[in-house]
């Protein structure tokens, strides 16, 4: 008779399925899906390293290291995941060897003749052919396996168009490819699977879930929830507060919304509900928490480091762009909890010792105040050394790391009660937070390594996870040995092996979690490589246009819809790859045609917020399947209630699209920095009483609407201080030459133009064009920019475009008219409008607390 599964058992199986691979064979087979884990994440170290320039060996090209990186990703594909829902989990059947072999060498094709396909580039022969179409078939099976249906079916519709392209209809068709152009294109050459998507996979990805990996082994994840919880479980729905921090800590190393789920929901959803939250409200916040998770910057799903390439940005911008939107989400997240715990008169957990009011406002203020003063130590204090010692900056630095490390594992020793403690459900008190927090703060070290990586060393993504991995390598194999020897026991040797384990088993873990990543990207590459090989992105343009008539909220909407719907069944980073290779392009074209200048990292993050929402968008997201196996509540149910806590996610990138000081973009002191922090934290905290319907007391319907204007004038107050002051002054393109002799020095020259393009279509747009800052003429100035222009009958011609130049990027051809020149008004800062939003704001909760205590007088 089968035994019935648990709630935990169906939730660990859950993530396996999701992103390890369901099965776990003894013997042999386990061995092999142990040892092929562990080379590829040796591989991918040795790749990240300057150990190959060093030693002049396996030096290895990006192709080269992209093959190998998907043939490790097919192989455990075949061999991880089961083929169908009854497949055997305990063995690997012989097809799956014959699969994950076949489809290894498909993969591997390129690195193992790299030099003899070199030489016939365009020329492929019929072997060349044969593996290619073999290839693509396995890739498409594999992803199937790791992934579900759902990318394998939107990689093979986009396969069935390129050969079907002439008897599509008339605004979505093309001339078609042969079988052979279609498989040369795309698995041969780097346009497709093997592309830059599958790159930015084996250049940065790997190392950064390998680091997150090493991380959790180590026991960071169980200290941040553990110190989440120690700061607020004695809150009002504590531990739901807690749940909230646990899972934006995880996030910061975690590239998976469903293990972020388990791995925090596990301990936080029970106590949720012992605190009286519903089983479905407990789940929902977990998984809202969650799925939030991945848009807190480093890793964000890994589109992150897709956006880099895409947008052609530096890594450090794409964070600094991302900051604010996921800081203030989080922040109204806990807010709403609060909002909920308010509505049911809910209370925390008591402490171990009795806190004072102050004492628990202290401890978190001081710790949260340690953690920036350690940010601005990394960036300011120790990147001081940098211009001091010059080269030699980097071993005082190392020296001094080590010494720290050291010294705080000395400290942890004391505190080894906080570090074995228990994250169960039968908890009954909130341990003490200094204990707590000093039980582990070496595990803020990697991060402080990471941090002088990317912003004063300025090494690449890719290099800052590898060395960020190997203090994590030192703190594995070290910690538990140097702890016991602090503590005077007599099992350091036993310890130290356990850290060699440690190390061993999170290699091996790091590398499965890569799997579905692995597949995804190479699959999502085969849609990017169609798009390039039948020109759809052109005509992606007319058929948004026609659909949303031109109107640019319609086409966000539009957008924001098809990322909700593809995301149900694609992985973030999938998702992301494609509507952002379909649709960012025409955002911004279309924006440019109705006047508005959108920047790309905006349109980007539009649409990874979207696919984001999608991990717990009913019916298919497995985030709220998991949480909801935990919480014992309904999926659906779980859904839906975290998709409604998560709508105040789902405004930020609406609002950031027409205000970038969201994105950090136009900042320029200080002050101005704060304001646009405080704005939008009040902005996203009155939004977030309006949609829970309770503020101090129970909302009536005007002051909600009341609350969501408010909201509307804290995050977007051009739109109010546009009724007032113009914006903008336009002056006719004559005045060119005039108008960019005075304008100031880096500020970019914004103009309409307007001509006909390569297809036979008149458009006019708008475009933003830098100059040179040396520049000291008019002429100069405008030659900077690539055009040359002449002046002929009152219009303003350009006769040229240079190659390579800001005008060509902004998409201007020769004979086309500059229309217009738009001038920025010189008028009062727009956040004024903040002082009278204040003031309704301080009204509307003084009313709202003068009818909360009458209420509580008559209660």
Request: with cysteine; hydrophobic share 50%; proline share 5%.
């Amino acid at each position: 008779m089968t035994q019935a599964k648990t709630p935990s058992q169906d939730v660990q199986e859950m993530v396996a399925q999701a992103d390890t691979g369901a099965r776990n064979p003894q013997g042999f087979s386990g061995r092999i899906l142990w040892f092929v884990p562990l080379c590829w994440s040796l591989f991918q170290l040795w790749y990240a390293s300057p150990l190959p320039f060093i030693f002049n060996f396996a030096i290895l090209n990006d192709t080269e290291a992209r093959a190998i990186h998907l043939s490790f990703a097919v192989f455990l594909a075949f061999t991880a995941y089961p083929a169908l829902q009854h497949s055997p989990r305990d063995r690997i059947p012989t097809v799956d060897w014959i699969l994950a072999l076949v489809g290894s060498f498909s993969a591997a094709y390129i690195y193992l003749f790299y030099t003899s396909l070199s030489g016939r580039s365009g020329a492929p022969t019929d072997l060349d052919i044969i593996v290619a179409g073999i290839g693509m078939l396995l890739l498409l099976e594999a992803t199937r396996r790791a992934l579900g249906p759902p990318l394998m079916c939107v990689a093979g519709l986009f396969l069935l168009y390129t050969f079907a392209g002439p008897h599509m209809p008339d605004v979505i068709a093309h001339k078609g490819a042969s079988f052979n152009k279609a498989m040369s294109h795309l698995w041969l050459t780097t346009e497709g699977v093997f592309g830059v998507a599958l790159g930015v996979s084996t250049s940065f990805v790997f190392l950064f879930v390998l680091f997150g990996a090493m991380l959790e082994r180590a026991g960071a994840g169980a200290y941040f929830i553990k110190v989440a919880f120690s700061l607020l479980g004695h809150m009002r729905g504590g531990p739901a507060k807690a749940a909230v921090v646990a899972s934006g800590l995880s996030g910061l190393v975690s590239g998976s919304s469903i293990a972020n789920v388990v791995t925090t929901g596990t301990f936080t959803i029970p106590l949720m509900k012992r605190v009286g939250f519903s089983g479905t409200k407990a789940g929902a916040i977990e998984v809202a928490a969650s799925t939030n998770g991945q848009l807190t910057p480093p890793i964000m799903g890994a589109a992150a480091f897709l956006m880099v390439e895409y947008v052609g940005i530096s890594y450090v911008e794409v964070i600094r762009a991302a900051l604010l939107p996921a800081l203030i989400s989080y922040i109204a997240l806990i807010y709403i909890v609060h909002l909920e715990a308010c509505k049911a008169g809910m209370t925390g957990l008591p402490r171990r010792r009795p806190s004072t009011f102050v004492n628990s406002l202290l401890s978190f203020t001081g710790t949260i105040l340690g953690l920036c003063i350690l940010s601005a130590l990394v960036y300011y204090g120790v990147g001081w050394t940098k211009q001091v010692f010059g080269d030699a900056a980097t071993p005082i630095v190392t020296v001094a790391l080590l010494a720290c490390y050291f010294l705080l594992l000395k400290i942890s020793a004391r505190y080894t009660h906080e570090r074995e403690f228990s994250l169960d459900e039968n908890i009954q008190e909130i341990p003490d937070v200094g204990p707590t927090v000093k039980s582990g703060l070496h595990y803020l070290l990697p991060i402080v390594v990471l941090v002088w990586c990317l912003t004063v060393e300025r090494f690449s993504p890719g290099l800052s996870a590898f060395w960020a991995s190997v203090f994590m390598i030192v703190i594995l194999l070290t910690q538990r040995p140097i702890i016991a020897w602090f503590n005077g026991t007599h099992d350091a040797t036993q310890q130290a092996k356990a850290g060699v384990t440690d190390l061993l088993e999170s290699l091996v873990s790091g590398a499965r979690n890569m799997i579905g990543i692995g597949v995804a990207t190479a699959a999502a590459g085969t849609v990017v490589g169609v798009v390039t090989l039948t020109g759809i992105g052109l005509v992606m343009t007319d058929f948004v246009e026609f659909i949303s008539g031109g109107n640019i909220m319609l086409m966000l909407l539009f957008t924001a819809v098809i990322s909700l719907l593809l995301g149900m069944g694609l992985p973030t980073t999938a998702n992301y790859i494609v509507v952002s290779t379909l649709m960012a392009p025409v955002i911004v074209t279309l924006g440019a045609q109705s006047g508005l200048i959108i920047p790309l990292i905006a349109v980007h993050l539009f649409v990874f917020y979207f696919g984001i929402l999608a991990d717990d968008t009913p019916p298919v997201g497995l985030a709220a399947f998991a949480a909801a196996a935990i919480a014992k509540s309904d999926p659906i149910r779980t859904g839906i209630q975290g998709f409604a806590y998560d709508i105040r996610t789902a405004i930020l990138p609406f609002m950031f699209i027409f205000n970038t000081q969201l994105l950090l973009m136009g900042i320029d002191s200080w002050w101005h920095l704060a304001l646009t922090v405080g704005s939008s934290v009040i902005a996203m905290l009155l939004f977030s009483a309006a949609t829970q319907g309770w503020w101090f007391t129970k909302t009536k319907w005007w002051e909600v609407l009341l609350l969501l204007l408010l909201t509307f004038s804290f995050l977007r107050p051009g739109f109010w201080w546009d009724k007032i002051y113009p914006a903008q002054y336009q002056y006719p393109g004559t005045e060119l030459a005039h108008i960019v002799d005075n304008a100031p020095v880096g500020q970019p020259i914004v103009m309409i133009v307007a001509g006909e393009t390569l297809m036979g279509d008149y458009i006019s747009k708008t475009v933003q064009l830098p100059f040179n800052d040396q520049a000291t003429s008019a002429e100069e100035r405008i030659r900077s920019m690539g055009l040359t222009v002449n002046k002929i009958n009152n219009r303003m011609l350009i006769d040229a475009v240079e190659f390579r130049s800001p005008a060509e990027a902004a998409g201007i051809d020769f004979d086309w008219e500059v229309r217009t020149i738009v001038v920025e008004s010189d008028r009062p800062m727009k956040e004024w409008v903040f002082l009278p939003a204040l003031l309704v704001t301080l009204l509307l909760g003084w009313n709202q607390k003068k009818r909360a205590a009458k209420r509580s007088l008559t209660a």
